[in-house]
């Protein structure tokens, strides 16, 4: 049975960092693609970043420079290393994977599992 449990997430002051874990069971992390997403109230949810199967990272716009996508196998975790961290980075973070080689990092996808969210709050 697929379990995608996040943490990591809190409250930062603009600039700060955060370390995102997303606990993964049932699946062999590194056959398959998985992603980070987030939803912010009033807002459509968006990817934030992917990886393949391959290990090939996406990253949206915002994220380039700042957030690094990184998994550890052994453990079977995924990881979103968040630097500079901006107001507008406010949201739940969900991990997402179909259990495929790719994924529709956009957002706009079905996603068939999705862990329960940790929220990340970015504020003075």
């Known amino acids: 049975q697929v379990h995608l449990v996040e943490s990591g997430g809190g409250l930062v002051q603009p600039g700060g960092s955060l370390r995102l874990a997303c606990t993964t069971s049932?699946?062999?992390?590194?056959?398959?693609?998985i992603g980070w997403f987030r939803q912010a109230p009033g807002k459509e949810r968006e990817g934030v970043s992917c990886i393949s199967s391959s290990g090939r990272p996406y990253y949206i716009d915002s994220a380039k420079g700042r957030f690094t996508i990184s998994r550890d196998n052994v453990e079977s975790t995924l990881y979103l290393q968040m630097n500079g961290l901006k107001p507008e980075d406010t949201a739940s973070y969900h991990c997402?994977?179909?259990?495929?080689?790719?994924?529709?990092?956009?957002?706009?996808?079905?996603?068939?599992?999705w862990g329960q969210g940790t929220q990340v709050t970015v504020s003075s």
């Open positions: 997402a994977t179909n259990l495929g080689p790719d994924l529709d990092c956009s957002g706009a996808g079905n996603y068939d599992y």
């Open positions: 049932g699946f062999t992390l590194e056959d398959y693609a």
